[in-house]
T-cell receptor, first 112, second 111 residues
Framework: NAGVTQTPKFRVLKTGQSMTLLCAQD?????MYWYRQDPGMGLRLIHY???????AKGEVPDGYNVSRLKKQNFLLGLESAAPSQTSVYFC???????????FGEGSRLTVL | AQTVTQSQPEMSVQEAETVTLSCTYD???????LFWYKQPPSRQMILVIR??????QNATENRFSVNFQKAAKSFSLKISDSQLGDAAMYFC????????FGPGTRLSVLP
């Protein structure tokens, strides 16, 4: 039972480079989320999706884009990475609007 | 907008003793859920306990229990008989329309 899987787990980028983080869940969940975790700030919501083909902005969406072309996948893109985007990124999903939040293992991104 | 506050950045407890982590939140919603998540050094986020706001009875999961005070908007976590494996970051989270997380409390367990 894979649950929520994030790839890659680690990545180092240079300023201005682009990359995509992939989140895949095998639990048929409707809702999916991307968070970033920074020291002393908890988890902050970047973007989320309430179903296939839908996306919405969270608390800190600037500099990121997302897509949900398939129900099981939620992609987070950085078009032009900046050092301020150095963080640990978590993907999560829930089966409905009041269920438990299932997390991926996190992806550590460093932008030099 | 909803906010979640954890006023204790760090806490420590002696092994086998009891510790309480504080959490307060601010919301105008009447229907919501509250959670405590644990994040050990492995970075994995693990659900510890969950409380539905409409339930007056405090949730309990083995050595973990909460003190939910809806009127005061307080949701503290009590860990009894603390074990070395309880050492982790603990996040309080609110869920109404979206999840909102507190900044976390780092718990150390002293042998």
């Amino acid at each position: 039972n894979a649950g929520v899987t994030q790839t890659p787990k680690f990545r180092v980028l240079k300023t201005g480079q682009s990359m995509t983080l992939l989140c895949a869940q095998d639990m048929n969940h409707e809702y999916m989320y991307w968070y970033r975790q920074d020291p002393g700030m908890g988890l902050r919501l970047i973007h989320y999706s309430v179903g296939e083909g839908t996306t919405a902005k969270g608390e800190v969406p600037d500099g990121y884009n997302v897509s949900r072309l398939k129900k099981q996948n939620f992609l987070l893109g950085l078009e032009s990475a900046a050092p301020s985007q150095t963080s640990v990124y978590f993907c999560a999903s829930i089966e409905d609007s009041h269920g438990e939040l299932f997390f991926g293992e996190g992806s550590r991104l460093t932008v030099l | 907008a909803q906010t979640v506050t954890q006023s204790q950045p760090e806490m420590s407890v002696q092994e086998a003793e009891t510790v309480t982590l504080s959490c307060t939140y601010d919301t105008s919603e009447s229907d919501y859920y509250l959670f405590w998540y644990k994040q050990p050094p492995s970075r994995q986020m693990i659900l510890v306990i969950r409380q539905e706001a409409y339930k007056q009875q405090n949730a309990t999961e083995n050595r973990f229990s909460v003190n939910f005070q809806k009127a005061a908007k307080s949701f503290s976590l009590k860990i009894s008989d603390s074990q070395l494996g309880d050492a982790a970051m603990y996040f309080c989270a609110y869920y109404g329309q979206n999840f909102v997380f507190g900044p976390g409390t780092r718990l150390s367990v002293l042998p």
